[in-house]
């Protein structure tokens, strides 16, 4: 049979396809249509895989639902994805596509074609892949321990992977455990945890604490995509780091694994984090709570579009984090978070690893309620040095970021440069903070390269500090351009939505803008009309999805 295929595919410059379903009892399983695996743990599944790998691309299908409903086609069978194969065809992992309508004598027929779907700050998803059905890997309420893995490691990174519309429950560990894969894409998956376990977090890609691959550099080119993960055990969504941090180089840990990158190490490039809802993070249990965490070593990433409500049906008592920590630099655009359990975006320090702290941008933000009352509740707060760090922000600049109702019960700024950063760091622009509990801008003296064109209202303290304060009555004399004028967002009532925070029609903060220096659209990818307006939506915005982003460097595969 494994001959055969062999002969068709080398035939076939369109690719090979195989197919799996779980219900299917035949004993000829090969993987063809019409004798499909029960899972690619079969004899010989991954044989014929990688085998066809070496003349093409490879697309395996997975039985979306059950013959006769609609329900998902549920295993209880984890997939570990073991393409040894090294060339640069895809191998494509489909969950959603295909469905067998007859198991007992297998036909297959289309379910549903997932296309790209963003609904920032939407209470309830619609989007057609998220209804449609798809192949599930643990039972819901009960689960699998890592329904998703890979045998990829630091010494043997595979790459060249796309999944796509599976539904994964975990009941141990991760949700999926992707690291040391290159070359990867995940989209229109959703991932969540049952409660209870003892670790996570909730889909890990990136390096797993071992250095970059083969102790040199990546792994590169990810990118993650229209997904929801929800409910998970600890962080929604973790892009791993270097070594556990602190203390990272030169610590034993780069001894032991024998790293050679010491204080510049390359954890993966050109890594996008876009269109995905995290939400209801550390639900299942845990002791942080992040939407996106970001650790060190990553270079040219982009993560835009997301959103984050991490406090939706709640989350484990102990646990903290922001919505997104980010200690890798690049372009953070267009993302909407909502009730974090700390901090709503958090530049961090970077521990021992320069890569990725020349420069960061953190634009078109909507923040919304940042008032947990756990530790630090700004909006956004670039974080100042701990103890044993090294490695600073050498560039922020903040645009065009609407923040409303932060720090109320702990006395935080709305947005804070903290002590200890480097002189001339940050530049402040085009921001709208509304409600905050301290400052509306907070910054250690000398921080700042250049703050203006801001819109303050109802700040507990002053409207801006650094290294002395600045009334409303005297701003002009700090920030020229800057107001003190309710913004008039559409609306700030409950429940939350990110069209909300667009502007009225006569809001002081329209056409009160500098134009920034290469333009950028808003929030909802619309093209900014000139005098730019403060806040993250512009005036002229449509209110509908973004299309496809261009100009992004990160490979899409």
Known sequence: ??????????????????????????????????????????????NAINSALANGPVTVYFSARQPSSNSNEVTTIP?????????????????????????????????????????AGATTLTCDWYTASKFQIGATGTGVTIPMTSTSSASNCQGYVTIQGFKLVRSEGQIANLTYMHDLTVQYVEASAVKGGSYGPGV?????????????????????????????????????????????????????????????????ANHLIQYNTMESCADAGGVENVGINIKDGHSNMTVRGNTIRA?????????????INLESGGLYDGNYIEAPATVAIAPQIGWNN??????????????????????????????GPNSGATQLWQSIDLYNNSVYNAGEN????????????????????????????????????????????????????????????ASCSGITGSEPHSICANPQFV?????????????????????????????????FDDTRSVPWDLGSIGQNTGGGPPQAPTGVTAVVN
């Open 491 to 523: 609306s700030t009532g409950t429940p939350y939505n990110a069209t909300n925070f667009s502007l009225q029609s006569n809001s002081p903060a329209l056409a009160a803008g500098m134009t920034i220096s290469p333009p950028f659209p808003d929030f």
């Open 204 to 268: 890990y890609v990136g390096p797993a604490n071992s250095g970059p691959c083969n102790g040199s550099s990546g792994p590169d080119n990810v990118t993650v995509q229209y997904n929801y993960f929800h409910d998970t055990y600890e962080d929604c969504f973790y892009d791993g780091a270097s070594t556990p941090d602190p203390p990272g180089y030169p610590s034993s840990e780069y001894q032991s694994e024998k790293l050679t990158c010491g204080t510049a190490c390359p954890t993966g």
């Open 354 to 383: 320069s890569v990725g702290r020349s420069s960061l941008t953190i634009q078109n933000s909507i923040i919304v309620n940042v008032n947990n009352g756990i530790g630090r509740n700004s909006g956004i707060e670039v974080f």
């Open 410 to 469: 702990t006395g935080d700024s709305c947005i804070s440069i903290d002590s200890g950063n480097p002189s001339g760091v940050a530049t402040v622009q085009n921001n709208i903070v509304e409600t905050c509990g301290g400052n509306g801008l907070s910054a250690a003296s000398g921080t700042l390269a250049a703050h203006d064109y801001n819109n303050y209202y109802n700040t507990t303290s002053a409207p801006i500090s650094y290294g002395g304060t």
């Open 1 to 46: 049979m494994l001959f055969i295929a062999g002969i068709c595919q080398a035939a076939n410059p369109q690719g090979t396809n195989f197919y799996v379903d779980a219900n299917f009892a035949g004993s000829s399983r090969n993987g063809g249509s019409s004798n499909p695996w029960q899972s690619l743990n079969d004899n010989g599944a991954w």
């Open 79 to 119: 997939l570990s994805i073991s393409r040894i194969n090294t060339s640069s065809n895809m191998l494509t992992l489909d969950g959603i596509s295909q469905y067998n309508t007859n198991t007992s004598s297998p036909s297959w027929a289309s379910n549903v074609t997932p296309a790209p779907c963003w609904q």
């Open 311 to 323: 406090t939706k049906a709640g989350f484990s008592p102990n646990a903290i984090g922001p919505g």
